[in-house]
Antibody
Framework: QVQLQERGAGLLKPSETLSLTCAVY????????WAWIRQPPGKGLDWIGE???????NYNPSLKSRVTLSLHTSRNLFFLELYSVTAADTAVYYC????????????WGQGSLVTVSA | QSALTQPPSASGSPGQSVTISCTGT?????VSWYQQHPGKAPKLVIF???KRPSWVPDRFSGSKSGNTASLTVSGLQPEDEADYYC????????????FGGGTKLTVL
């Protein structure tokens, strides 16, 4: 089964850009749809968006103006960029495979904590 | 704005059954449930309303009636104590996803 591992900077200042990478093992990025989900400390899950193998994206309307999801097919990586972060973006960020036909997230990474603080 | 409402908590004794509800504008087919233990990533336990991944025991089952989806855990075991989240695509925009607020299941 495919395994996922998130990595990226854990501490950012307000107004900086959050950049996370999801490394894909045991499968290819071109075989799945991909999603990012985040979870603020002590709170619930929040869908950020998804990208298809062809690069078609769909974003949470509340984040659409600040987010970009992309794939690097030759390196088998999946990316999240979130611009102009604030403390409200502090969260654990998860990458996951997304089954578009059934609208569910079937494989999750272990998560990466990103803290935004001055 | 679309929203999925879950009770904040539920509980049961070992061996009992517990049902967690998820109410909102839910698409007919696309309801999924996730289990999350403290400090761990969520794990899919139910998809497409009532289907289980192969690694999930058959003590977990899902159903839907009208605007309410439900997750039932039968024969409660201590390891079932976790947070549970429902999820669905948004009616009218099947490409946008939404999560419920989560339910903390306590095994007494």
């Amino acid at each position: 089964q495919v395994q996922l591992q998130e990595r990226g900077a854990g501490l950012l200042k307000p107004s900086e850009t959050l950049s996370l990478t999801c490394a894909v093992y045991g499968g290819s990025v071109i075989d799945y749809n991909w999603a990012w989900i985040r979870q603020p400390p002590g709170k619930g899950l929040d869908w950020i968006g998804e990208v298809s193998p062809s690069g078609t994206t769909n974003y949470n309307p509340s984040l659409k103006s600040r987010v970009t999801l992309s794939l690097h097919t030759s390196r088998n990586l999946f990316f999240l960029e979130l611009y102009s972060v604030t403390a409200a973006d502090t969260a654990v960020y998860y990458c996951a495979t997304f089954n578009e036909g059934g609208s569910y997230f079937d494989v999750w990474g272990q998560g990466s904590l990103v803290t935004v603080s001055a | 704005q679309s929203a999925l409402t879950q009770p904040p908590s539920a509980s049961g004794s070992p061996g009992q059954s517990v049902t967690i509800s998820c109410t909102g504008t839910i698409t007919d087919l696309y309801v999924s449930w996730y289990q999350q233990h403290p400090g761990k990533a969520p794990k899919l336990v139910i998809f497409e309303v009532n289907k289980r991944p192969s690694w999930v025991p058959d003590r977990f089952s899902g159903s839907k009636s009208g605007n309410t989806a439900s997750l039932t855990v039968s024969g409660l075991q201590p390891e079932d104590e976790a947070d549970y989240y429902c999820s669905s695509s948004i009616v009218g925009n099947s490409f946008d996803m939404i999560f419920g607020g989560g339910t903390k299941l306590t095994v007494l």
